[in-house]
């Protein structure tokens, strides 16, 4: 990160970082930075999904995180059956190596875009044994060209849930984005700005308290009890 675009952010952002969080909370942590991915919904080489995901970036790289924006433009659609395909596992590995996501979606026809929902669909909920987003953390943000709207992140809140994620209580709807970011890509001082570091202030925070008690915290006592069962069969038939 140049010197420039760190000045840009530090002069702008709450002092955060895994340490300060941790002992704030009065909890023990591991003291690695959280590590984040970004996935925005959109194709085009200059959206504003994906000049907020880039602002998302600097603000939580400001505060220690690790983190890892996805391009989605080589993503095949989604057919069960390209899991060999390079960008499809790219994606898998960037959500395995993640502790939390940003998911950040254009509202097009009321809705999460279709480049957005089709990278969720390569993440397996199930892939064996791993849970490629059970128990991480995730915040919702979207972008609108008119008046602002929460359809989309409502919708993610939803998809967040049903992969077995944290969504945080926060979550960020940018309304006439092309007015809301200057030539360089940069969002505006705004409230909206200040509404997406809010978002990402409570991502970080959430992520340091969770990221090492995600397997305490996934436990579910379903799996418990079919891995019990499991065990006793093979116990029972001499398999070992």
């Known amino acids: 990160m140049s010197e420039s675009v760190v000045s840009y952010i530090d002069e ?12 704030e909370l009065q909890i ?29 970036e600097r ?21 069960r059956t ?11 590995m960037a959500a395995l190596w993640a ?4 998911w ?12 957005f929902k089709n990278q969720i669909d390569w993440i397996p909920l199930t892939d064996g044994a791993v849970r490629p987003t059970q128990g991480r953390t995730v915040a919702v943000m979207q972008v609108s060209g008119g008046s602002q709207s929460f359809n989309a992140v409502n919708q993610l809140r939803i998809l967040g849930r049903w992969m077995r994620m944290f969504v945080i209580p926060n979550q960020s709807s940018v309304p006439k984005a092309w007015q809301e970011f200057d030539d360089n890509g940069r969002m505006k001082a705004s409230d909206f700005r200040d509404r997406v570091v809010d978002v990402c202030e409570a991502l970080f925070r959430f ?19 079919q891995l019990h069962e499991q065990g006793a069969l093979k116990k029972g038939s001499g398999v070992k």
């Open 12 to 23: 702008r952002l709450p002092p955060h970082t895994p340490e300060g969080v941790a002992e």
């Open 59 to 79: 603000v939580l790289s400001a505060f220690g995180a690790e983190t890892q924006i996805f391009h989605p433009h080589d993503l095949p659609v989604f057919d």
């Open 28 to 56: 023990d942590v591991s003291g690695s930075a959280p590590k984040l991915l970004i996935l925005y919904g959109s194709l085009r080489e200059n959206s504003y999904s994906r000049r907020l995901a880039e602002e998302v």
């Open 207 to 225: 992520t340091v308290l969770l990221k090492d008690r995600r397997d305490a915290m996934g436990t579910r006592y379903s799996e418990q009890k």
């Open 104 to 115: 950040i979606s254009p509202e097009q026809h009321g809705s999460m875009t279709a480049a």
């Open 99 to 102: 502790d939390g996501h940003v």
């Open 82 to 92: 390209s899991i060999e395909h390079r960008e499809v596992r790219r994606l898998r």
